[in-house]
Each structure stands twice: as structure tokens, then as C-alpha cells.
């Protein structure tokens, strides 16, 4: 398994703020993801990060709204941008270590970032 | 549309009982399986998975599932629940003929009492 962190593990924003969640991994990952936890639901893919491409995201999530970097193969940053109330969630990133499979293959979460927007 | 459905929304149970929370998914290629598992303040983590073989998968702390690939289901059973099983369970599924992304069920908490 793969050791995930996220920073910041909460925070309170203002609406039309923006905030940066970074994720490290503490081995090499070819593929990475980003979740979204709303309050009571289950978890909802937003994007996946391959290093040195364009993030792929799924439908209902675009990229002005969350902006993703993936700068190298143990970091990648989610942007929420413009924020809104109902952007409120656990947003958690996850890995894929074993050798690029990734959708394929088992995949292991960080801690997650419990934003809530007032 | 594609989705995984778990039957049971929150589920109360006294220690020692025992366990079946119920998974159904609605794809018809190969899937990967998965339960996840939520303690209270903690991250998600891998209960346990099914890829190929065996359809009885056996994951920590005492959980098993089974795959029946007729009924698309993967329960999740334990014969003697503690309370520090208390948590969110989750299933999840790849369908790997669709580019093989993750679904989550919704969700089942479950509550042990002592």
C-alpha cells in the first residue's frame, strides 16, 4: 500500500475564495485521483491526474471550477475555485501504485480535507 | 447508468452478532471488487478485494465477502461483530470493459453495541 497525505486536513472558507488541497505520496504513482464526499453521501470521482498530462475529468466536474496539477509522480494539488456553499465535502485523493494499472487496480485513499464554505 | 447499490443505510447490532450487509452492482463485464471501511475520524481503508479465483475473499479483521456473479453481488459478512466495528462500510466497483473508474455505493453505517 501507498502512505497518503493531504494538507490542509480542514478549513472554513468564504464563499468566492479559492483553496488549494495538495496530496503527497510517499512512493511514485503513475495515476492519481481526486474524490468528493459530500455530507451523507458517497464518494464521487471529480478527476484523474496523470504526470505530465491534462487531468481527466468526469462528467459534471470541469476544469475552471477544479483545477489540477500533477507537477511529478508523488504530488498533485486540487484547486476548488470560486467558492460556494455546496462546494462543502471531504475532498480525498487517492493512488493506484502498482505500475500504472490504475483503474485496474486497488486503489488507497488519504485522510481527506473537510472544507466547509460559509 | 451504471451503479453499485448497498441495501442497508445504517444498520444496528449488538456485539457478537452476526453481519451480511448487501452489495449490488449493475454491470455486466468484468469487475474488481471492493469493500472500504470508515472509522469514526479515520481515512478510508481496503477491507478486503475480489479480482479473479475464488469467489470467497477473505480481508482483515475477521470480514469475508462473496462474489455471485449471477446475482451481481458482493456481500460483506462477519460471524461475530464488535463494537469497535463500528464505522461506514462502502462497495465499490470497477468495470473494466468501461475504462474501469471506481463506483461507490452509497454507504452502510454500522453501529455494534456493546
Known amino acids: 500500500s501507498a502512505v497518503i497525505s493531504q494538507k490542509p486536513s480542514r478549513d472554513i472558507c468564504q464563499r468566492g475564495t479559492s483553496l488549494t488541497i495538495q496530496c503527497q505520496v510517499d512512493s511514485q504513482v503513475t495515476m492519481m485521483f481526486w474524490y468528493r464526499q459530500q455530507p451523507g453521501q458517497s464518494l464521487t470521482l471529480i478527476a484523474t491526474a496523470n504526470q505530465g498530462s491534462e487531468a481527466t475529468y468526469e462528467s459534471g ?13 508523488t504530488f498533485s494539488t486540487l484547486t476548488v475555485s470560486n467558492m460556494s456553499p455546496e462546494d462543502s465535502s471531504i475532498y480525498l485523493c ?14 488507497y485513499f ?5 472544507l466547509t464554505v460559509l | 447508468a451504471q451503479s453499485v ?32 471501511v470508515q472509522y469514526p475520524g479515520q481515512h478510508l481503508q481496503l477491507l478486503l478485494k475480489y479480482f479473479s479465483g475464488d469467489p470467497l475473499v477473505k480481508g482483515i479483521k475477521g470480514f469475508e465477502a462473496e462474489f455471485i456473479k449471477s446475482k451481481f453481488s458482493f456481500n460483506l ?7 469497535s ?14 475504462g474501469g473508474k471506481l463506483i461507490f455505493g452509497q454507504g452502510t453505517e454500522l453501529s455494534v453495541k456493546p
Open chain 1, 61 to 73: 466536474f470541469v476544469i475552471d471550477k477544479f483545477p489540477i496539477s500533477r507537477p511529478n509522480l
Open chain 1, 94 to 107: 487517492s493512488v493506484s501504485p502498482a505500475g500504472g494499472l490504475g483503474f485496474t487496480d486497488t486503489q
Open chain 1, 110 to 114: 488519504g485522510p481527506g480535507t473537510r
Open chain 2, 5 to 36: 447499490s448497498q441495501h442497508n443505510h445504517h444498520v444496528i447490532l449488538s456485539e457478537a452478532a452476526s453481519l451480511e450487509l448487501g452489495c449490488n452492482y449493475s454491470y455486466g463485464g468484468t469487475v474488481n471488487l471492493f469493500w472500504y
Open chain 2, 77 to 83: 459478512r462477519k460471524p461475530s461483530v464488535q463494537w
Open chain 2, 85 to 98: 466495528d463500528t464505522a461506514e462500510y462502502f462497495c465499490a466497483v470497477t468495470d473494466l470493459g468501461q
